[in-house]
T-cell receptor, first 111, second 114 residues
């Protein structure tokens, strides 16, 4: 079945450091890909998305590119802030009828 | 501007008790989902619904039942709670499209079964 694998962390970085969270997926067809973010005590919020190969999603300085050849959707940010501390989930949706999530990566950014 | 609303936000149950979690969305979404979130496991789908009056099993349906009598509401029931059902439960909804859709989440319900 469809699945998502991502580095589980936790990841601890200093403010202004570069961030990469790896995400790879297994799916039939051409799923849509997402990164969701969960701040402490809150639900998941959509961070960015990509719907077809080579699409780049971006938001709040975060980027991820849909790489069909490597079945990957790595999350990157050039300079993290303390306010970016959260849990990040990679997810896929095969045909908009369901969502499959990775285990989540906890990011802590230290001042 | 409510989006997806879950009630209650916190609950403690004794083993064997029953309860119902309510999810309400005001975005006229066709699809609704119940997930549970456990440490290191990410979100796992319990049940979902693709429209009023329809429900389907997800990855971990045992011990749970659901109903979707109205389009805007999706209820998750625990008939006889067990400690293994201690978790954070999230409801989500999405729009039915032929292209892509994103899921909108509620704030979660933290359930402890003792």
């Amino acid at each position: 079945g469809d699945s998502v694998t991502q580095m589980e962390g936790p990841v601890t970085l200093s403010e202004e450091a570069c961030l990469t969270i790896n995400c790879t997926y297994t799916a039939t067809g051409y799923p849509s890909l997402f990164w969701y973010v969960q701040y402490p005590g809150e639900g998941l919020q959509l961070l960015l998305k990509a719907t077809k190969a080579d699409d780049k999603g971006s938001n709040k300085g975060f980027e991820a590119t849909y790489r069909k050849e490597t079945t990957s959707f790595h999350l990157e940010k050039g300079s993290v802030q303390v306010s970016d501390s959260a849990v990040y989930f990679c997810a896929l949706s095969p045909h908009g009828q369901n969502f499959v999530f990775g285990p989540g990566t906890r990011l802590s950014v230290l001042p | 501007n409510a989006g997806v609303t879950q009630t209650p936000k916190f609950r403690v149950l004794k083993t064997g008790q029953s309860m119902t979690l309510l999810c309400a969305q005001d975005m006229n979404h066709e699809y609704m989902y119940w997930y549970r979130q456990d440490p290191g496991m990410g979100l796992r789908l319990i049940h979902y619904s693709v429209g009023e009056g329809t429900t389907a099993k997800g990855e971990v349906p045992d011990g749970y039942n659901v109903s979707r009598l109205k389009k805007q509401n999706f209820l998750l029931g625990l008939e006889s709670a067990a400690p293994s059902q201690t978790s954070v439960y999230f409801c989500a909804s999405s729009l039915r499209t032929e292209y892509y859709t994103e899921a909108f989440f509620g704030q979660g319900t933290r359930l402890t079964v003792v």
